[in-house]
């Protein structure tokens, strides 16, 4: 059993001031993998002065010395792959393929920032006035459970290209991935004080990152309900905040898809991550005409997808990542026969032979209609609504009428049309013809998927106060 009893700060690994315990209990079969010990407000306040402290030279660093540290930070996490890809397999229950694809992003998200800022402009002549582009202050960074390091990579390497420093919150459930990613970022050799660790709660340490008026600004990632608390409770202190919050998003497969193709990249798409994506294509919204095809094609991909150890590289959907979370998703199961769904594959239970596990069925509605709360909240977990519709009119109406706003999917072989109709949306990212990601690209959600963006030079500008100065 793995005991984390140290979190980060000021460039040391210290014993935390809080006492509280957090068990971390496999998914795949409930054993107990570890206990990691909370930290505080004591803790988080004394992470916040030392990143306030190491704000006063940091911020003054040269491009070429951001680029330097991010190059450590790059080259040190590199190393630690295998442990890292194994650890998520391991703690989280994501699949050998999806570990794989989300370091891989771990490692851009920090090459992007390094091709940005090589470039990047920090001093631009407007009018008679000069604009100074300067480091917000001390970052409070807030990261979830479904791709940890990912998330800490991207906002962290974000954080040090602007010259900010940093306070990191990741989840609690994410301890042991934490805790490698912790180990090479102190041998990465940056300076004390630049990035500060707290393992604990969201009510205590997140909540103490969102009051403190030393912290500048919240980069947080996670449910839009906690999404909101930030926004409220930051304001009192005029925090600068990027929210990159839930999702809905619509999967429209226009009149001239190739269905052989469109069905399995929507199955994909929908059940990504084990269905615990907030950018999962949860509404595949279907010309009427073709329901019947769509279904015996849906039924084909999904009894083509294998469920179970995460650690099988032919595993296309793990477990769900808690207890909590898998009676979550068979909540929103038995609501979609209720009101009135027809289930088409899956259902409530577990697959036969996983039942040690948090593992669901992957579970396909039809005959739904987007008034259903199964197509209006997120699930998080493997469960796809198929909604009808007669025009493509209706379907952009329908992909729209939806509360979020992160993501969307269009599949068609008239890519002039295709692209029309993903301008129409209403989301953040759209992606035609199947999951894409560049990490050059603004990421972001319109609505109450969140505020601000990442990735790029967008995510760079979020992290940066202007001052104009008028000679």
């Keep these: 059993m793995k005991i984390i009893d140290k979190i980060y700060i000021n460039g040391a690994f210290v014993t935390p001031h809080g006492k509280a315990t957090f068990d971390l209990i496999s998914p795949v079969n409930q054993e107990l993998l570890g206990k990691v010990t909370l930290g505080d407000e004591t803790d988080t306040k004394q992470a ?3 990143a306030k402290a190491a704000f006063k030279t940091f911020s003054q660093t ?3 010395e951001r680029i330097g540290y991010l190059e450590k930070m790059y080259a040190a996490i590199e190393k630690r792959k295998d442990e890292m890809i194994a650890m998520m397999v391991k703690e989280y229950g994501g699949t050998l393929q999806f570990a794989n694809g989300s370091f891989s992003y771990t490692l851009s998200s920090i090459s992007s920032n390094i091709a940005v800022l090589k470039d990047f402009n920090f001093e631009q002549r407007l009018g008679s006035a000069t604009v100074l582009l300067e480091p917000v202050g001390v970052v409070g960074i807030i990261t979830p459970w479904n791709a940890s390091n990912s998330f800490i990579a991207n906002k962290l390497s974000t954080a040090i290209a602007a010259g900010c420093t940093a306070v990191i919150k990741p989840s609690e459930m994410s301890a042991m991935q934490t805790q490698l990613m912790m180990e090479a970022l102190h041998e990465a050799g940056l300076p004390a004080g630049v990035f500060n660790i707290v393992n604990g709660l969201g009510a205590v340490v997140g909540a103490e990152l969102t009051r403190n008026q030393d912290i500048a600004k919240i980069s947080f990632t996670g449910s839009t309900a906690v999404g909101k608390s930030i926004a409220r409770d930051g304001a009192d202190t005029v925090k600068r905040i990027t929210l990159e919050l839930g999702g809905k998003s619509p999967n429209i497969i226009m009149e001239d898809a190739n269905l052989q193709e469109a069905i399995p990249l929507s199955v994909a798409a929908a059940f990504m991550n084990n269905g615990q994506a907030c950018i999962a294509a949860t509404r595949l919204l279907v010309p009427a005409a073709k329901m019947e095809e769509v279904k015996t094609l849906l039924r084909t991909a999904v009894a083509n997808v294998k469920v179970g150890d995460p650690a099988d590289p032919a595993t ?6 808690s207890k909590k ?3 979550r998703v068979q909540g929103y199961i038995q609501l979609g026969i209720a009101e009135g769904a027809t289930l088409l594959v899956g259902g409530p239970g577990q697959p036969a032979g996983l039942e040690e596990g948090n593992f669901v069925q992957p579970t396909v509605f039809v005959d739904v209609n987007n008034n259903m709360r199964i197509a209006r909240e997120e699930i998080f977990g493997p469960v796809l609504s198929v909604i009808p519709y007669n025009t493509l009119e209706e379907a952009i109406e329908i992909a729209n009428d939806t509360t979020y706003g992160l993501a ?5 072989t008239d890519m002039a049309k295709a692209k029309k109709v993903a301008a129409r949306l209403e989301a953040g990212r759209v992606a035609i013809n199947g ?3 560049d990490p050059m690209a603004p990421f972001g959600g319109f609505k109450q998927s969140g505020l601000g963006r990442e990735f790029g030079v967008y995510g ?12």
């Design 325 to 327: 979370q898998f009676e």
């Design 460 to 471: 760079l500008e979020a992290y940066l106060e202007s001052k104009t100065i008028l000679s």
């Design 408 to 412: 969307a999917y269009v599949q068609g």
């Design 316 to 321: 296309q959907v793990g477990p769900m990542i």
């Design 435 to 437: 999951f894409k990601h």
């Design 48 to 50: 916040i002065a030392a």
């Design 62 to 64: 040269t491009r070429e």
